[in-house]
Nanobody
Framework: QVQLVESGGGLVRPGESLRLSCAAS????????MSWIRQPPGKGPEWVSG??????VTRYADSVKGRFTITRNKNTAYLQMNSLKPQDTAVYYC???????????????????????WGQGTQVTVSS
């Protein structure tokens, strides 16, 4: 049974940090691209970052570049989020894609239908 379980969300003040985790099971983690996608309140999903678990190649949305870092270890993907801003407030989902990683396209990367598996999400709230 495939599972993607996110954790690490919470309420923080602007400028603070959080580290999200995505524990994967039920599939061969090293064959997949792991991505983080977020959905702000009242808005559509936004792709945040991804890592090819085989090659280690990482990609980031411009909105988080320089502030967020994606890593992976064994069967877990992490998203270290520094210098958080109120506009980072969202439900954060991790997702797994077993196909070739296509060139960047936010609409493609943000669509749940393009992933093999999608987690249940963890809430991140940045507020003073």
């Amino acid at each position: 049974q495939v599972q993607l379980v996110e954790s690490g969300g919470g309420l923080v003040r602007p400028g603070e940090s959080l580290r999200l985790s995505c524990a994967a099971s039920g599939f061969t983690f090293g064959w997949y691209v792991m991505s983080w996608i977020r959905q702000p309140p009242g808005k559509g999903p936004e792709w945040v970052s991804g890592v090819d678990t085989s090659s280690g190649v990482t990609r980031y949305a411009d909105s988080v570049k320089g502030r967020f870092t994606i890593t992976r270890n064994k069967n877990t993907a992490y998203l270290q989020m520094n210098s958080l801003k109120p506009q980072d407030t969202a439900v954060y989902y991790c997702a797994a894609d077993g196909g070739p990683w296509p060139p960047y396209s936010d609409s493609y990367y943000a669509a749940e239908k393009n992933y093999d598996w999608w987690g249940q999400g963890t809430q991140v709230t940045v507020s003073s």
